[in-house]
């Protein structure tokens, strides 16, 4: 079971630590793949069909882990963005 965790960080470790997120979401994305290809490279020859849907099933997983990082890392940059742009705003006001 997956669960949202909240934390806060400095404005300006925002990148970093998104990079981090993203770090192992690309992880995830070559576990994925790497499941994948051994599982298109030997399906002729294993008769093993259970293992075989198996590493399907876990490369799935792998590309779901993936997908949910690139998720949060878009929503965090997205308030991040937002955030940004409120600075920019509340400066440019000041300067006024």
């Not at 970093?16 to 995830?28: A, N």
Request: charged letters at 35%; a negative charge; hydrophobic letters at 35%.
């Amino acid at each position: 079971m997956r669960v949202k965790i909240a934390y806060t960080v400095e404005l300006e470790e925002v990148e970093t630590e998104v990079q981090e997120i993203i770090s192992r979401g690309l992880k995830d994305l070559e576990v994925a793949l790497k499941e994948a290809t051994e599982v298109c490279a030997n399906l002729g020859e294993s008769k093993d069909l259970q293992n075989v849907l198996s590493r399907i099933q876990s490369a799935r997983i792998s590309l779901f882990k993936a997908d949910s990082n690139l998720s949060d890392c878009h929503d965090i940059l997205k308030g991040y963005s937002d955030v940004l742009k409120k600075v920019e705003e509340e400066v440019e006001n000041e300067e006024t």
